[in-house]
């Protein structure tokens, strides 16, 4: 009886364990759309989801425990800047920060002081922003330990990063519904709160970097009512 409950703690620590970079994208972006009012959308869902699977893939690369745990680490924490940046600007400028608003950008920078100020109004936010990275270096050996290193690991964390992308964004594409459908954000045009609201955060970044700096856009012909 001792040994099975030994073995079903041991697998719910190791479930624990895989699931902690996704359960943190997740959150992030959810706390990031309530504060920001938007709606988390089914395709946001599994977009975050497919991030996560590639920050995991990535990890899992090296077959040493603390490289992978620090890799994890390192690029959920980049994350997790990339929202509580994007959220002070939003306290700023009432906007967020891509290719049209970089002007905005060195505003922010030359008002040290209000950045200071904002930073000092929202701490209690910030902290729940830097929760889920907490959390990873509090249990950070629970998780070395229960993270084992198998070759077909990166494998499988790949095809799950492709397989939720891919069914994702073939979900989106035949979405044609609205004026500003999502297969019409996806492929033809930037629309900075309807992305937001579409597809979450770091999907929209990677929109503005293809239309506002890699000038790619679509000859698909959605009907815009």
Not at 25 to 40: D, G
Not at 47 to 54: D, G, Q, V
Request: aromatic fraction near 12%; charged fraction near 15%; hydrophobic fraction near 55%.
């Amino acid at each position: 009886m001792g040994e099975e409950k030994k073995k079903s703690k041991g697998l719910i620590l190791q479930i624990a364990a895989y699931l902690a970079v996704p359960v943190s994208i997740l959150y992030t972006e959810l706390l990031f759309s309530l504060l920001l009012h938007y709606r988390m959308s089914l395709y946001n869902v599994g977009f975050s989801l497919a991030a996560a699977a590639l920050i995991m893939t990535v990890s899992m690369l090296f077959p040493f425990r603390r490289v992978q745990y620090a890799i994890a680490c390192v690029l959920t924490g980049l994350v997790t800047l990339l929202y509580l940046t994007q959220f002070l600007y939003n306290r700023i400028f009432s906007t967020l920060y891509f290719v049209q608003s970089l002007k905005g950008a060195g505003k922010a920078a030359a008002f040290a002081d209000i950045l200071f100020g904002k930073i000092r109004d929202n701490a209690g936010w910030i902290l729940l922003f830097l929760l889920p990275l907490v959390l990873l270096l509090i249990f950070q050996r629970i998780f070395l330990r229960e993270i084992k290193y198998m070759r077909r690991i990166p494998a499988i964390l790949l095809s799950v990063f492709l397989v939720i992308g891919a069914g994702t964004t073939a979900a989106v594409l035949t979405d044609k519904d609205g004026a500003l459908s999502p297969r019409y954000l996806f492929l033809n045009s930037f629309v900075q709160e309807k992305s937001l609201s579409d597809f979450g955060l770091i999907t929209t970044m990677n929109l503005d970097l293809k239309y506002n700096v890699l000038n790619l856009k679509s000859n698909d012909e959605a009907d815009i009512d």
